[in-house]
T-cell receptor, first 114, second 108 residues
Framework: EAGVVQSPRYKIIEKKQPVAFWCNPI?????LYWYRQNLGQGPELLIR????????DSQLPKDRFSAERLKGVDSTLKIQPAELGDSAVYLC????????????FGPGTRLLVL | AQSVTQPDIHITVSEGASLELRCNYS??????LFWYVQSPGQGLQLLLK??????LVQGIKGFEAEFKRSQSSFNLRKPSVHWSDAAEYFC??????FGKGTRLSVIA
């Protein structure tokens, strides 16, 4: 069974440019998570989807970040415009459902903003 | 609010020695607790989890953890560390709140 797929794996952009990350969760997983992991820190939840609905986006900086999960499968996270402080690893994870279910993580997208 | 504290930022152990990584949590009810491992450039892999029942939980790669409600702790242990265990270890509660991680180095 394929795991969580993320692309690109690495991205280098200049500040003020837009950037997008793509995530394909494990087939059948209804819950999808986007996390940001700063260097030397643990993952911090940005947004959680239950199927197509964003049920927890309180930590998403909505002035520059947006996310969507069309048809309850793939998801895209966008930053526009990017700032220097957005340099981090963006992790996508999925689970069968929320709560006690195990999350399966993708390899992440490492973003560097210059 | 939920929170997780991993007091040790970096631990170095000798190969073959025992290991204990500390995790303390703050949660209003009986928590769901997790330990994940992250190798360089990789995503997080679940080592073990506790939901209820037996407070000693066995995981993959020879790891175990013990839930102690009185101490609000969920420490990770391994009796004999291998060089391949060198990685970053994260404790999580909820499962949405992660600690800052403990980096494990293994020396010969």
């Amino acid at each position: 069974e394929a795991g969580v797929v993320q692309s690109p794996r690495y991205k280098i952009i200049e500040k003020k440019q837009p950037v997008a990350f793509w995530c394909n969760p494990i087939s059948g997983h209804n819950t999808l998570y986007w996390y940001r992991q700063n260097l030397g820190q643990g993952p911090e939840l940005l947004i959680r989807y239950e199927n197509e609905e964003a049920v927890d986006d309180s930590q998403l900086p909505k002035d520059r970040f947006s996310a969507e999960r069309l048809k309850g499968v793939d998801s895209t996270l966008k930053i526009q415009p990017a700032e220097l402080g957005d340099s981090a690893v963006y992790l996508c994870a999925s689970s069968l459902s929320a709560g006690s279910e195990t999350q399966y993580f993708g390899p992440g997208t490492r973003l560097l903003v210059l | 609010a939920q929170s997780v504290t991993q007091p040790d930022i970096h631990i170095t152990v000798s190969e073959g020695a025992s290991l204990e990584l500390r995790c303390n949590y703050s949660y209003g009810a009986t928590p769901y607790l997790f330990w994940y491992v992250q190798s360089p450039g990789q995503g997080l892999q679940l080592l073990l989890k506790y939901f209820s029942g037996d407070t000693l939980v066995q995981g993959i790669k020879g790891f175990e953890a013990e839930f102690k409600r009185s101490q609000s702790s969920f420490n990770l242990r391994k009796p004999s560390v291998h060089w391949s265990d060198a990685a970053e270890y994260f404790c999580a509660v909820g499962p949405l709140v992660f600690g800052k991680g403990t980096r494990l180095s293994v020396i010969a």
